[in-house]
């Protein structure tokens, strides 16, 4: 393989790989190949917006804050990246999926956000592993690339929930849930990025076992909501 063709597997598997994951778990109804490519490629799409405005916002909080400060790091991570990727993702998501006949089941929710995120988070790593090279693959491959879909795995918890409650005429319920399928991503993709950047031995080790938790308590989420899905009409 040239050496381009190999920095792009090693960019493309993490996601590919969770890809299959996430579409075997929905074992009951698969959902359509096309609405799942459109989904993958708005995640694509929403890379261009989020990096426009990560580096505005980025830019007037520079201005504002010390660089080294924790209020810098805390409105950084949450309010400045979290916010504006989460965002996109859950816009996305809903103008695409939203009143869509193929909307159903309840893990169709965790689907369409997983595939949502995941094209997202291919073509930033993309960037990662052009620009620094294989070094950056392994790391991005068990850290960044799952931590998306995790992210993304109770956002489309939420979604599915809410959209539940919209079928069912429960308008203050779905609204809730809408707020928390944002609001949850956030705050795990923010505190995320929060340890990542304040970079002290104390939030390294955050970090990790933030990380190690989230994966462990995600799969077996994934498994039980997989297990126990359901028909929004029956």
């Known amino acids: 393989m040239r050496p381009d063709s190999i920095l792009l597997f090693a960019a493309l598997l993490p996601a590919a790989l969770l890809l299959r994951y996430i579409y075997r778990k929905d074992t009951i109804e698969k959902e359509p190949p096309m609405l799942l490519l459109r989904l993958f490629l708005f995640g694509v799409l929403a890379c261009i917006p989020a990096a426009t405005l990560e580096q505005t916002f ?37 103008q695409l999926t939203w009143r869509s006949w193929d909307f159903n089941y309840r893990f169709d929710g965790i689907v369409y956000a997983v595939f949502i995120s995941l094209g997202f988070a291919a073509f930033e790593n993309i960037f990662y592993v052009y620009g620094y090279g294989l070094t950056a693959a392994l790391p991005r491959m068990v850290l960044a690339v799952p931590a998306h879909m995790g992210f993304a795995v109770y956002m ?8 539940l409650a919209a079928i069912r ?28 950047f304040l970079n ?35």
């Not at 660089?67 to 998501?93: Q, R």
């Not at 005429?169 to 990542?196: E, M, P, Q, T, W």
């Not at 939030?203 to 126990?228: A, D, H, N, W």
């Open 169 to 196: 005429g429960k308008r203050a319920k779905s609204r809730r849930n809408l707020a928390a399928a944002l609001l949850v991503a956030v705050i795990l993709h923010g505190f995320y990025d929060f340890c990542l």
């Open 156 to 163: 489309g918890a939420f979604y599915g929930q809410a959209r």
């Open 58 to 94: 980025g830019r007037m909080l520079d201005n504002a804050l010390p660089p080294d400060s924790l209020e810098y790091h805390l409105i950084n991570a949450f309010a400045v990246v979290a916010l504006i990727e989460e965002g996109l993702k859950f816009l996305f998501l809903k």
């Open 200 to 234: 002290t031995s104390f939030t390294s080790l955050l970090f990790f076992l933030f990380v190690i938790i989230m994966y462990i308590v995600t799969v077996g989420f994934i498994r039980k909501q997989s297990r126990e899905d359901s028909n929004f009409y029956l």
